[in-house]
C-alpha cells in the first residue's frame, strides 16, 4: 500500500508520491518565468515540501528561514526547464533552487502532525460550519479548506511536541510507514495522545485566527 504525503500547514492529503509530485509541478508550470509565488497555499505546500520531504531539506533551512522567505520561478541552473527558487526575506541576492521531484519518504514527525489532524477533524468541521455561516458562503463544507493563519498548524503540533517532552520517542509513538494504515495511529501506552492532544487544541480555539478559503476545483 502506497503511503500517503501530509502537509501540516495546508493539511492536505496526497496518497502517493505520484501525487505530490503532480501537485508541485503544477504549482511550478502555472508561474511565468521570473514571476514571484503569491498563492497562500502554494507557499504554504512548498514550506512544508522543504520542511519534511526533500531529500536536502537540513542544507536548505540551515540557509533559509522558512517564517522570513519566498519563491519564484525561472530557468534552472543546471537543466534546461524552469525550477522554483527559495529566496532569502532580507536578501533577494540570497536564493537556491530547489526539485520538486527529490522525496524522501513520511517522516515520523510528518506522520504524528497526520495523526493529530486526524483526530481534531470533528472539531475543525464544526468550525468550518461555523465561519461559512457568518460569512453567509455558499457550497459545501468540503469545498472549502481551514488554514490555521497563527500559530500555524505545524507550530501548534511542534509546542505539544516540545511541552511534552515527545520529540526524542516520534519513532516509538507513531506508527510506522507500511502498516497498510490510511491514517498513522499512536501505539500502544501512547494511544492515551489522542485525547490529549483534543485537550491541547480547544484550549487553543479562543486565541486561533483562521481562514477560511475556497479549495481550487
Known amino acids: 500500500m502506497a503511503k500517503p504525503y501530509f502537509l501540516k500547514r495546508t493539511e492536505q492529503f496526497f496518497k502517493t508520491q505520484k501525487a505530490l509530485k503532480e501537485?508541485?509541478?503544477?504549482?511550478?508550470?502555472?508561474?511565468?518565468?521570473?514571476?514571484?509565488?503569491?498563492?497562500?497555499?502554494?507557499?504554504?505546500?512548498?514550506?512544508?515540501?522543504?520542511?519534511?520531504?526533500?531529500?536536502?531539506?537540513?542544507?536548505?533551512?540551515?540557509?533559509?528561514?522558512?517564517?522570513?522567505?519566498?519563491?519564484?520561478?525561472?530557468?534552472?541552473?543546471?537543466?534546461?526547464t524552469k525550477c522554483i527558487y527559495i529566496?532569502?526575506?532580507?536578501?533577494?541576492?540570497?536564493?537556491?533552487?530547489?526539485?520538486?521531484?527529490?522525496?524522501?519518504?513520511?517522516s515520523y514527525k510528518s506522520n504524528f502532525s497526520q495523526r493529530c489532524s486526524h483526530v481534531i477533524r470533528p472539531i475543525k468541521a464544526e468550525k468550518k460550519r461555523e465561519m461559512i455561516d457568518e460569512q453567509n458562503l455558499e457550497g459545501d463544507i468540503k469545498d472549502f479548506l481551514l488554514l490555521h493563519v497563527k500559530p500555524?498548524?505545524?507550530?501548534?503540533?511542534?509546542?505539544?511536541?516540545?511541552?511534552?517532552?515527545?520529540?526524542?520517542?516520534?519513532?516509538?509513538?507513531?506508527?510506522?510507514?507500511?502498516?497498510?494504515?490510511?491514517?498513522?495511529?499512536?501505539?500502544g501506552e501512547y494511544e492515551y495522545l489522542n485525547n490529549k492532544f483534543i485537550e491541547y487544541y480547544q484550549s487553543l480555539i479562543p486565541s486561533i485566527v483562521y481562514n477560511l478559503t475556497k479549495k481550487e476545483t
Do not use: W
Open 152 to 187: 500555524e498548524f505545524s507550530k501548534i503540533v511542534n509546542d505539544f511536541i516540545s511541552e511534552n517532552f515527545l520529540s526524542e520517542k516520534l519513532e516509538e509513538i507513531v506508527s510506522k510507514n507500511g502498516e497498510n494504515l490510511n491514517v498513522p495511529e499512536f501505539v
Open 87 to 106: 529566496v532569502d526575506g532580507e536578501d533577494d541576492d540570497k536564493k537556491r533552487s530547489f526539485s520538486v521531484r527529490n522525496l524522501e519518504p513520511p
Open 23 to 80: 501537485a508541485l509541478k503544477n504549482i511550478k508550470d502555472s508561474y511565468e518565468k521570473g514571476e514571484y509565488i503569491e498563492d497562500t497555499i502554494h507557499c504554504l505546500i512548498l514550506k512544508d515540501f522543504i520542511e519534511e520531504i526533500h531529500k536536502d531539506n537540513q542544507e536548505i533551512l540551515a540557509d533559509f528561514s522558512l517564517d522570513n522567505c519566498r519563491f519564484y520561478v525561472d530557468d534552472s541552473e543546471d537543466y534546461p
